[in-house]
């Protein structure tokens, strides 16, 4: 049995997630070891978001206080709405509440 199931079975309550160090490391640059930084919904969405081959919004735009500029002429986006926002995040959190994980 792991520890992540036989912490689960003692305390079902809690939410109880044994990582390695190696794993805390990874994109970790504020080297945060808090619970809330590792809740397990945060993995969950990580790995659906790598599965999928998403590209990043800050990979192809640069924010200011006024407006959206495109760094890749390719890239077609031009302005971040708030609704745009909450669909993806609807579209992502569905895919995780339906096990989908990859394509």
């Given amino acids: 049995m792991s520890p992540n199931q036989s912490l689960q079975e003692k305390y079902p309550h809690l939410e109880v997630s044994v990582l390695k160090l190696s794993e805390v490391q990874k994109n970790n640059e504020s080297k945060r070891i808090d619970s809330e930084f590792f809740k397990k919904e945060y993995f ?3 790995e659906t978001i790598q599965l999928n081959q998403v590209e990043y919004l800050g990979d192809n735009m ?4 006024w407006y959206l500029q495109p760094i890749k ?4 986006l031009k302005e971040v709405s708030s609704k ?3 669909e993806a995040k609807a579209k992502v959190e ?3 509440a339906n096990g989908v994980t990859s394509k």
């Fill in 62 to 65: 640069r924010f200011n206080s």
């Fill in 44 to 46: 969950d969405t990580m």
């Fill in 73 to 76: 002429k390719s890239f077609e």
């Fill in 84 to 86: 745009l926002l909450q």
């Fill in 94 to 96: 569905s895919a995780i």
